[in-house]
């Protein structure tokens, strides 16, 4: 399956049992920066749910029994094979997602091969635990197993960067899987799957089946052979997935949605907080789970920072993903950015102020991408905290900036959503810091900086941004099954 000319569409298939198997029906995929078709995705459903399972299942007892150092080796060789056509996966993953290929080169493809060199190294170095009591002459010991078959369902924001995340940490600890990717950004997990024989990956262990996600996505929830269910996504998504799944008591973790605040006091390093601040607005096209979208600022600096904020802003390139000068790239798709959109005009109405970006500023765009789904980045003043702006994930390159008085408003108001993922904090008040750092709802908060990350902290949100956490210990916990242990001698 590789493209026979230049015109001709890329065709993926799905990869069940270490083939690729083609589907009975497909769905068309977009280039988000021309709007043109370019690829057919498998629409899968029950029946190569059924199959990839099958596979999965039939090559567990075999993988499981590995050990650790034969799988950490496997997962080192995967990493080495995409690192080495890093390129190739970016130029892909930017084409299918829009995303810049800066960002691709930089940010995804990379992390993709660190999950597995992460997961790679952690899973050597677990220990389990061990207790005595003398007087009942027993010793308590934990030992962990890998549980069987994950359904792994990942979002199109960070394709291969989310996918392998889950991929890595489950084959580390022995289970096999079903992965199922976004119908929107399917190529790069489709270009990983050419890769897994060579890595020594053995058939059946890494499944993708390609499809929606009411379709492919649902059979693998429902499958009753599958007992774990790692998801990425929206919230109501994860609340769909966490009915269809209850007739099975399903062991769930769900990555979910965020309306991230930032809280700048009067206090902060503004040469600092102002390009980060910018960076974690509008990153890949403001279309990351951990991305700021309301930005809380002291009144004593609130002019200074909504200027100096909207002059950087200016600063960040719309246009061609595929150059590499470009900062932002084209936004997911057609609906999405109509989505986006909208929130811009219903701030507007609501009588905030549109201080650069949408509807304001021009938007210049080379011939070949007219008709791409491109976007300005958005700043927003004076929104009223109970607007659907100050509410709702957006998803995409909009932010809104308002002033506040005091700490203890601001962590009230800072609360004041329904969601939990992540928070910043400027301040060079060491003391503050802390104190505001504890009182947030937010299962990550970064302070004076944004997206510093080390892989062997949990990873998750609180609220409605999901339920479990992933990283080194998190991850081989939700991977493995746990059992005691008791010895009496
Ligand atoms: P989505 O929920 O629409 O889709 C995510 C995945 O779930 C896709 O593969 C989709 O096909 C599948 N899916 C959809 N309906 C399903 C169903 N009924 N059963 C099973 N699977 C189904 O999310 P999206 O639009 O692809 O991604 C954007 C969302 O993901 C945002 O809300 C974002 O915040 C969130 N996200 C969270 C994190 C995190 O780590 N917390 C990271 C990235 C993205």
Redo the contacts with the bound molecule.
């Keep these: 399956p590789t493209m026979a000319h230049s015109k001709a569409l890329l065709v993926l298939e799905n990869f069940i049992g270490g083939k690729f198997v083609p589907c009975s029906s497909y769905i068309d995929s977009y280039n988000p920066s021309t709007g043109d078709v370019y690829c057919r995705v498998p629409d899968s459903g029950k029946e190569e749910v059924e199959a990839a399972v099958k596979a999965a299942k039939d090559a567990f007892p075999i993988w499981s029994s590995k050990s650790p150092l034969e799988r950490s080796q496997i997962l080192n060789k995967l990493a080495d094979l995409i690192e080495h056509d890093l390129e190739a996966f970016a130029q892909a993953e930017s084409k299918d997602q829009g995303k810049t290929i800066t960002f691709a080169r930089t940010v995804d493809i990379p992390r993709a091969v660190h999950n597995f060199r992460f997961f790679a190294s952690s899973i050597l170095h677990h220990v389990t635990e061990c207790t005595e009591m003398p007087t009942m002459g027993c010793l308590h010991y934990t030992s962990r197993a890998p549980v069987g078959v994950a359904g792994l ?6 394709p291969l960067y ?1 996918l392998t995340w889950k991929i890595a940490p489950a084959i580390a600890c022995g289970n096999t899987v079903v992965a ?5 950004t399917s190529v790069t997990a489709w270009m990983m799957c050419k890769l897994l024989e060579k890595a020594g990956v053995p058939p059946g262990v890494v499944n993708v089946v390609f ?4 379709k ?3 059979a ?2 429902c499958h009753p052979d599958v007992p774990l269910i790692s ?8 609340q ?2 966490t009915e ?1 799944s209850a007739p099975h008591c399903k062991r769930l973790s769900l ?4 309306k991230n605040p930032a809280i700048i006091f009067d206090d902060a390093d503004l040469s600092q907080c102002i390009p980060t601040t910018v960076r974690s607005s509008f990153a890949n096209q403001g ?4 991305c700021t979208s309301r930005i809380f600022v002291q009144r004593g600096i609130y002019s200074e920072f909504l200027k100096r904020f909207v002059e950087e802003a200016k600063k960040w390139k719309t246009g061609n993903p595929s150059d590499p000068t470009i900062n932002v790239g084209a936004l ?1 798709s057609k609906e ?1 950015l109509e989505k986006v959109r909208n929130y811009v005009k219903k701030a507007q109405a609501e009588g905030a102020r549109v201080l650069c970006g949408e509807g304001v500023d021009p938007l210049a765009l080379p011939p070949g991408n007219q008709k791409g789904y491109f976007m300005l980045p958005t700043v927003i003043a004076e929104v009223k905290d109970e607007s659907c702006c100050m509410q709702e ?1 957006i ?1 995409g390159p909009v932010t809104c900036v308002v002033a506040f008085d005091t700490e203890e408003e601001v962590i009230k108001r800072a609360n004041g959503v329904k969601y939990g ?1 992540a928070a910043t904090v400027w301040s060079g008040n060491v003391g503050r810091v802390h104190r505001v750092a504890h009182k947030l709802q937010s299962g990550l908060v970064w302070t004076n900086c944004w997206l510093v990350r080390d892989l062997n902290l949990p ?3 609180m609220k409605a ?2 339920i479990g956490r ?1 990283g080194a210990k998190d991850s081989y916990e939700f991977f493995t099954e746990v059992k005691t242990i008791t010895i009496k001698h």
């Design positions: 369902i990942s979002p199109w924001n960070l989310l199922k990717p976004s119908e929107m499809g929606t996600g009411a492919a996505g649902e693998l929830v998801f990425t996504g929206s919230t109501l998504t994860a769909r997935i269809k990555e979910l949605g965020g279309e990351i789970c951990l997911i999405h994930e998803f993922l990873f998750g949100g941004s999901g992933e």
